[in-house]
Each structure stands twice: as structure tokens, then as C-alpha cells.
């Protein structure tokens, strides 16, 4: 299920997506949707949504995910507006939400996160009923250093839980330098339909920042 950067006069029109039997609304602040969900349930982390995206999962429930910026509270000297970035997922329950897995990283100094919402997604790879959320986010900095390009899967190893699995890439910025992959313990742990998802998310995450 994939959120591609809508054309402008598309962005405001709901995406209404399904994937099997799940169903994922993608939802923007021009959309009457994402206001109806902030009236509801709320704001649950700081900054504002850039995304909202809901998802009905069978026999799991209905999750929302809240991806958030909000106004870099650390000195920064990248860009004219660093933004601070805040993201979430929870169940919806009972008109209230339970937090089931959040994320946040901060500008500082010369360095700035920034979401690749074109690379953000929700999915079942391995078609076991229980959803991945494929957070992918690029940590841009002054200088000549790698940068690190992160596709983050939140998704249950074996448990009811969400877990945190990832795998960066390190993008060079000088000739001598080469492009490397660092998969943690629990990326290593997913399936291999879901690797190859998060691998396929990076590796176009990448050919966009290049």
C-alpha cells in the first residue's frame, strides 16, 4: 500500500485505499477527514500531523497513525524553519486511542530529520493479518559526512506488540566514500517479504535523494 506524493490538485481529495482486507484512508490537512479525526480523537503527540493515515485491520482493530512535525526546540543553523519530528501509532478505542509504538527524532547543531512521506507506508508483505508500518525518514546535515537514510518497520515479531525493526542506508557525499546498509537485529528477525519491502522502500527512498 503505498503513499506517493499526490499532484496538487489531487492532494485534496481522500485516498481510500485497500490492500486485501484492510482498508486505509490517507489523509492530509486540506481533507475534511483529517479534521473529523482531529476533532475525535484528537492530537495525541506535539508538533501538527503532516499525514494522518487510518487503517481497519481485521480481528486487530482500527489503527491510526499520526505523522507529526513541530518546531525544533534544540539550536539549529540547517534551514530557515527545522522542524522536530514526531510520529505514533495507536488503536483506536472506545472514542480514545492506545498508544501501540511511537518515534521521534530532533534537529540540532547543522542536522535536520525530515520525512520521506512518498516512502511512508502501511502493508501486510507476508499476508499473516497483522499490518507493517514503513516509516522511512533522511537525516540531512551541513557537510561532507554520510548521511543516514532510515526505513524504519514497526510490526509484531511473533507478539500481539509492535516492535521496532530498521535498516539504514549511509548515503556518501564524497567520491571516495561508498554507499553501505546497516540492518539491526530485529530487521534481521523479519520476514523475508517484509526485508525485501523495507530493502525496495529504501533503495527508492535513495534513487529520490540522489
Request: glycine share 6%.
Amino acid at each position: 500500500m503505498i503513499f506517493r506524493k499526490l499532484l496538487p490538485v489531487a492532494a485534496c481529495i481522500v485516498s481510500v485505499l485497500s490492500f486485501a482486507q484492510m482498508r486505509t484512508g490517507v489523509y492530509f490537512s486540506s481533507d475534511k477527514k483529517y479534521k473529523e479525526i482531529m476533532e475525535e480523537v484528537g492530537n495525541p503527540l506535539s508538533g501538527n500531523p503532516v499525514m494522518i493515515v487510518q487503517s481497519f485491520v481485521p480481528n486487530h482493530g482500527s489503527y491510526i497513525w499520526f505523522l507529526n512535525e513541530s518546531k525544533a526546540k534544540n539550536p539549529t543553523y540547517l534551514g530557515e524553519n527545522p522542524k522536530d519530528l514526531h510520529s505514533g501509532v495507536f488503536l483506536e478505542d472506545h472514542g480514545g486511542l492506545l498508544p501501540k509504538i511511537t518515534f521521534k527524532d530532533f534537529a540540532a547543531g547543522l542536522a535536520q530529520p525530515r520525512y520521506m512521506i512518498n516512502f511512508c507506508e502501511i502493508g501486510d508483505a507476508d499476508k499473516d493479518g497483522f499490518p507493517e508500518f514503513y516509516l522511512t525518514y533522511f537525516e540531512e546535515s551541513d557537510g561532507l559526512d554520510a548521511k543516514p537514510l532510515k526505513v524504519i518497520v514497526y510490526t509484531s515479531l511473533g507478539e500481539k506488540t509492535f516492535s521496532k525493526s530498521k535498516i539504514t542506508g549511509w548515503i556518501p557525499f564524497q567520491e571516495e566514500d561508498q554507499y553501505r546498509e546497516v540492518k539491526d537485529e530485529n530487521f534481521r528477525l523479519l520476514s523475508k517479504e517484509i526485508r525485501l519491502k523495507a530493502e525496495k522502500l529504501l533503495k527508492d527512498a535513495k534513487k529520490e535523494i540522489n
